[in-house]
C-alpha cells in the first residue's frame, strides 16, 4: 500500500487518525519486505498480527503464510480491511474471517491486550509478526511472551527504545525488567532502525523491528516462574540501590546470603549487574530454599 492509496482511503472514508492509537502506518515497501523477509514465513505458518490499521503488512503477510489472525481495535479501520481482506465474509462487525485467496484470514474486532489477558489461547505454533500500537506495546509483548504458550517467533516494530531494551544485556543502560522478562523464553536475535519517514503520519519517535526466537529450551521450569518473575520485579524496584536490600522485603536475609554467595554474587551488587543466568539461578535456589523451609514445618 502506497502512501498515495493511504491517503486516498483516508479521505475517502473521512478518517481522521487517533494519535492515542499509535496509528501511523508504514507505507514503505522496503521496510514492509524487510518485516515479513525476517519472519521466515512459509505455507505452514500461522501469523497473529496486532494492530493491522489499513493492511499494508496484512497484505504481505497473507501471501508469504497459511493464515493470518489480525486483531484491530478501530471499528473504522476494520471495515476497510475487511473489504480490502475478506469481502464474502458475514459482517456482524465482530468477528469475520475468510479466504482471500490467499491465506486464511480471521478479523478480530477488540482490544488485543485485553483480548490475550482474557483468552490465553496456546500460541505455541504461531508466530508474531506486527507493527505494534506504540502505547502498548511492552504490555503486549509481556502478556504474549511468558511462558510456554508463547508465539515461536516474534517479530514487531515498536518505539526503538523499547527495542533497545528488548535487545539489552547486563550492564547497558537499557537492561531492566522488561528485557527479563522477555529473554527469559526468547533469544533476541538482531533488530533494524525504521526512520520515521516510512511511516503516514510521522511517528514522534524512533521506530526499530526487533526479532525474537523462541528458546529451543526453557531456561525455568513453569513452577519457577512466579518467583523469578517476583526477583526481578523487586531487583529493580530501585535501580540505584543494592538488590541484596531490597529482595529482603519478600525473603529472609540469611537465605538471601546463601544464596549469594551460592553464586558467587556481591552483597553490595546492584541489580543492573547481573546477567539473565543469574537471575535464573536465584529463582532456582530461593525458591528450593522456599520449598525446604516448608516441608520442615509441616
Ligand atoms: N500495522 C499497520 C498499522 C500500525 S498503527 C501498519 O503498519 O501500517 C497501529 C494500529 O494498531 C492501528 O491500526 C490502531 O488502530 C491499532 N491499535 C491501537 N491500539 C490497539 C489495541 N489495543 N488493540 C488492537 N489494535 C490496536
Not at 54 to 74: C, H, M, W
Not at 119 to 129: F, G, M, P, T, Y
Not at 204 to 231: G, K, M, T, Y
Not at 258 to 277: H, T, V
Amino acid at each position: 500500500m502506497k502512501l498515495s492509496e493511504i491517503r486516498e482511503v483516508l479521505i475517502a472514508r473521512d478518517i481522521q487518525l487517533t494519535k492515542s492509537l499509535g496509528q501511523n502506518f508504514l507505507h514503505d515497501q522496503n521496510q514492509l519486505r524487510r518485516i515479513v523477509e525476517a519472519a521466515e514465513l512459509s505455507k505452514a505458518d500461522k501469523v497473529l498480527e496486532i494492530g493491522p490499521g489499513l493492511g499494508p503488512l496484512t497484505e504481505l503477510l497473507l501471501q508469504k503464510s497459511g493464515e493470518v489472525l489480525a486483531i484491530e481495535k478501530d471499528l473504522r479501520l476494520l471495515e476497510i480491511l475487511r473489504e480490502r481482506f475478506a469481502p464474502l465474509s458475514p459482517s456482524d462487525g465482530e468477528r469475520v474471517s475468510g479466504r482471500t485467496g490467499e491465506g486464511k484470514f480471521e478479523l478480530l474486532h477488540a482490544d488485543a491486550l485485553k483480548f490475550l489477558q482474557n483468552e490465553k489461547r496456546d500460541w505455541s505454533d504461531w508466530k508474531l509478526v506486527a507493527n505494534l500500537p506504540y502505547s502498548v506495546a511492552s504490555p503486549i509483548l509481556v502478556e504474549l511472551a511468558c511462558g510456554a504458550r508463547a508465539p515461536k517467533k516474534i517479530v514487531v516494530t515498536l518505539q526503538c527504545e523499547v527495542a533497545k531494551r528488548l535487545m539489552a544485556q547486563a550492564d547497558d543502560d537499557d537492561y531492566g525488567i522488561l528485557t527479563l522478562l522477555v529473554q527469559l523464553d526468547f533469544a533476541p536475535r538482531t533488530f533494524f532502525k525504521i526512520p520515521p519517514e516510512c511511516f503516514f503520519p510521522s511517528p514522534d519517535v524512533d521506530s526499530a523491528c526487533v526479532i525474537l526466537d523462541r528458546r529451543a529450551q526453557p531456561l525455568l521450569p513453569e513452577n519457577l516462574r512466579a518467583n523469578f518473575v517476583r526477583i526481578v520485579k523487586r531487583a529493580f524496584s530501585q535501580r540505584r540501590k543494592m538488590m541484596l536490600k531490597l529482595l529482603k522485603a519478600n525473603w529472609q536475609l540469611e537465605k538471601l546470603q546463601n544464596a549469594f554467595a551460592e553464586l558467587k554474587i556481591s552483597p553490595q551488587e546492584r541489580a543492573e549487574k547481573l546477567s539473565l543466568e543469574q537471575f535464573v539461578d536465584l529463582a532456582r535456589i530461593l525458591t528450593e530454599n522456599e520449598c525446604n523451609s516448608d516441608s520442615r514445618t509441616i
